[in-house]
């Protein structure tokens, strides 16, 4: 019946090589060049990296380079500026356009940094509570709830208060405080997926629990989590940027665009710009890492490819 | 049909606790499952229905080593299940697969239909690549799926060819027992007959044992050599598929079958036994007979006393006080060479 005529179809078949399917490279340059955003999102970041990474070589000064007959200047097009500040100068005279550049190095390198320590305990932690649940869920909720009840900025003080506060204790530190989030969330996902067949089809093969977990919870977590932690990248620029203000994030003369954005608070009202442009520079760069985030997600989901 | 018995089942029993609030004054239970007795001998096909709710998916997925028994023994091959390390059961898996009701949540939408044929066969063989990759089209080939969709993630098939990919991975490792739980309830009914054909067919080629559990006769009566009929967590009616078909000897049971639409209007002329009333909670399973609450021959006794699951007549086993078609018993008495 049926089934013979599926056999003729084996038959014909038996020679024909597996069809071809697109190489992963080629499906992601397809997918990432029909996502508009997809496409702004990979540009910016690509721009934002080769700023950080070629920062020495663009500025047209050194960051920390005082003078104190340029102070307050305003950006080329305003009344007084000049094309040798494009955008400006501080209080102190040093070069806006040059801080920025160098400040990215910083916020970039602590923003993504923190993110990865932050979800990696997360996940790590989300994956293991979810999964094995009774007792060991217990106690690590109870952890993360211990740890939502600190209040962030005021563990990341104590801690770097105690410790030598550098790039690394300051990467640390975040990645500590924020790993809350992606452990409840991942456990979240994982209640839900532990629950589907294909997990109970594993388990009833026999597949070891960390194969499970590696092979069949963790890739279809990632997506929601590459959500969250591309929303968190901004947040942790931000929150270095508090700490900076702080005076416990990275120590002058070294700069990040926290430490610009909060050096140019109290010059708001008169010198606009000491604050906008670090602004105008973290909101782009978050933009884009959201954007690619947003791809990346829709790369990662085999049904979305056509 | 060899006699020799490679699974039996005894007194299992499945109790999940829901008591509700937080104090658990007073503990309740759901008796999803309440004392099973067969057995399954080697190379023959146990048919078990019910109707949801019975418990016969949670029999299954207890013989599948998926959920543990409150109370009972699982002996495969002489070996209480049970009883086995982490480890020792590990490799038992092996031998013991299952096929899953739904084709669309049983396999990962990340894995492509090679790395989810591979998965047992990695799992427990030490094969190189070449030797995986051939056992892969092999059992592609086996179940009628096209060798050149390898590469292809299971959105991208209907539930028909799903199922015959989570057949594939069931047979990959040549088990002992695979569990068939409701294998085609999810799927079109066009597509229904062919997944059964596959089943038999698979089942005969390749000697294979089955329990196979469905809500409905018709499926079972297709496939099985023995029927056991669950009602309420326990079985009310075991034997063969011929004797089943001849007469019931449990109420619950007669119903069962006169529920199998006839397509023949001509031939609709029997008397229908239709059951009455819904199945009671199974938290609080009624005193006595389980069925009493929709017989239509329940008596005092009934209401009262349990009634043993026992061997009626040569074959048949039934758990009822006033057994429906007496004539077949004695005809069957009779018979006793079979």
């Known amino acids: 019946m049926s089934h013979e005529s599926q056999a003729v179809v084996n038959d014909i078949s038996k020679d024909e090589l597996v069809e071809n399917r697109p190489s992963s490279l080629k499906r992601w340059m397809r997918l990432l060049w029909r996502s508009k955003t997809g496409t702004v999102g990979l540009i910016i970041v690509v721009i934002a990296l080769l700023v950080a990474i070629f920062a020495p070589l663009i500025a047209p000064y050194q960051p920390q380079e005082i003078n104190p007959v340029n102070m307050l200047k305003p950006p080329f097009w305003m009344e007084n500026g000049s094309m040798e500040n494009i955008l400006g100068t501080d209080n102190l005279g040093r070069d806006i356009f040059s801080r920025i550049l160098y400040g990215s190095q910083i916020s970039i390198l602590v923003g993504v940094m923190s993110v990865v320590v932050a979800g990696f305990i997360g996940v790590t932690v989300g994956l293991v509570s979810g999964y094995f649940g009774g007792i060991i869920d217990n106690i690590l909720m109870r952890l993360v709830d211990s740890f939502l009840a600190i209040p962030t900025i005021l563990f990341a003080l104590v801690i770097l208060a105690i410790f030598d506060s550098g790039v690394f204790t300051l990467i640390i530190v975040l990645g500590v405080t924020n790993w809350v989030n992606y452990a409840r969330l991942v456990r979240g996902e994982v209640l839900t997926l532990k629950e589907r067949d294909y997990v109970k089809a594993a388990h009833s093969i026999g597949v070891s629990n960390f194969k499970i977990i590696v092979r069949h919870l963790l890739p279809n977590v990632i997506s929601s989590f590459i959500v969250i932690s591309t929303l968190s990248v901004a947040t942790t620029i931000i929150l270095e940027a508090s700490l900076s203000f702080l005076g416990l994030g990275v120590q002058p003369p070294t700069v990040s665009w926290g430490s610009i954005l909060s050096d140019g608070r109290d010059y708001l009202s008169t010198s606009w710009w000491l604050a906008t442009f670090p602004g105008i520079a973290i909101t782009i760069t978050v933009l884009g890492i959201i954007f690619l985030g947003d791809w990346l997600r829709d790369v990662l989901d085999p049904r979305t490819q056509k | 049909m060899q006699d020799e018995k490679l699974l039996v089942v005894n007194n299992l029993k499945k109790h999940f606790d829901v008591t509700k609030g937080f104090f658990k004054k007073d503990k309740s239970y759901v008796y999803a499952v309440d004392g099973l007795n067969f057995d399954v001998k080697k190379g023959e096909v146990l048919g078990i229905v019910g109707e949801s709710g019975c418990g016969k998916s949670t029999a299954g997925n207890m013989i599948g080593q998926l959920l543990e028994p409150t109370e009972g023994e699982i002996i495969f091959e002489g070996e209480d299940l049970l009883n086995l390390s982490r480890s020792e059961l590990r490799k038992r898996r092996a031998d013991i697969q299952m096929i899953f009701q739904d084709p669309f949540s049983s396999l990962n939408p990340r894995m492509r239909v090679f790395e989810l044929i591979a998965e047992p066969l990695r799992t427990h063989r030490k094969l190189n690549k070449k030797e995986l990759r051939n056992r892969v089209e092999e059992m592609m080939d086996l179940v009628g799926l096209n060798r050149a969709y390898m590469n292809r993630f299971p959105h991208e098939f209907s539930g028909g060819q799903r199922q015959r990919i989570g057949i594939a991975r069931a047979i990959a490792l040549n088990p002992k027992l695979i569990i068939c739980d409701e294998p085609v309830s999810a799927l079109d009914v066009s597509i229904q007959s062919q997944i059964l054909n596959l089943l038999v067919k698979l089942q005969k080629e390749l000697d294979l044992t089955f329990i196979f559990i469905a809500h409905g006769l018709p499926a079972v009566k297709y496939i099985s050599d023995r029927i056991a009929v669950m009602y309420l967590g326990k079985i009310v009616e075991l034997t063969t598929k011929e004797k089943l078909f ?93």
């Open chain 2, 246 to 338: 001849e007469g019931a000897l449990h109420p619950y049971t007669e119903g069962l079958l006169s529920a199998v639409p006839i397509p023949d209007p001509e031939e609709r002329t029997k008397e229908r036994h239709i059951i009455e009333g819904d199945i009671p909670s199974p938290e609080n399973p009624p005193n006595g007979c389980n069925f009493h609450t929709r017989c239509p021959f329940a008596q005092d006794i009934c209401r009262n006393e349990e009634p043993e699951f026992e061997e009626k007549a040569n074959g048949r086993f039934a758990a009822c006080h006033f057994p429906l078609n007496t004539h077949l018993l004695e005809k069957n008495e009779t018979v006793q060479s079979t």
